[in-house]
Nanobody, 126 residues
Framework: EVQLVESGGGLVQPGGSLRLSCAAS????????IGWFRQAPGKEREGVSC????????YYADSVKGRFTISSDIADNTVYLQMNSLRPEDTANYLC???????????????????WGQGTQVTVSS
């Protein structure tokens, strides 16, 4: 059974950092496409950063380029999202998603992902 469990969210001041974790089971992260999405109240779910480690395809939303970094640890079968220089507009529930490996052009579309975690809340506020 495929399972994704996020952790690492919390309250942070503007300019601060957080590292989110997505612990995967039931599959190997190296063989799948993994995405981080976020959803704020009243807003649509948006792709933040997604990658297919096996072929190196990586996507970052323009709003997070240069601030967020996606990575994985095969030994722990975990995908991370390092978030630096956080802004109030980054406040949202962050969800991890997975699916069979897909093309680069498809990474950002949440409809392409079959498996989802429950999410972890990130709040950026002073």
């Amino acid at each position: 059974e495929v399972q994704l469990v996020e952790s690492g969210g919390g309250l942070v001041q503007p300019g601060g950092s957080l590292r989110l974790s997505c612990a995967a089971s039931g599959f190997t992260v190296d063989d799948y496409t993994i995405g981080w999405f976020r959803q704020a109240p009243g807003k649509e779910r948006e792709g933040v950063s997604c990658f297919s480690r096996g072929d190196g395809s990586t996507y970052y939303a323009d709003s997070v380029k240069g601030r967020f970094t996606i990575s994985s640890d095969i030994a722990d079968n975990t995908v991370y999202l390092q978030m630096n220089s956080l802004r109030p507009e980054d406040t949202a529930n962050y969800l991890c998603a997975a699916n069979n490996r897909m093309a680069l052009s498809a990474l950002r579309n949440s409809a392409n992902y079959a498996y989802w975690g429950q999410g972890t809340q990130v709040t950026v506020s002073s």
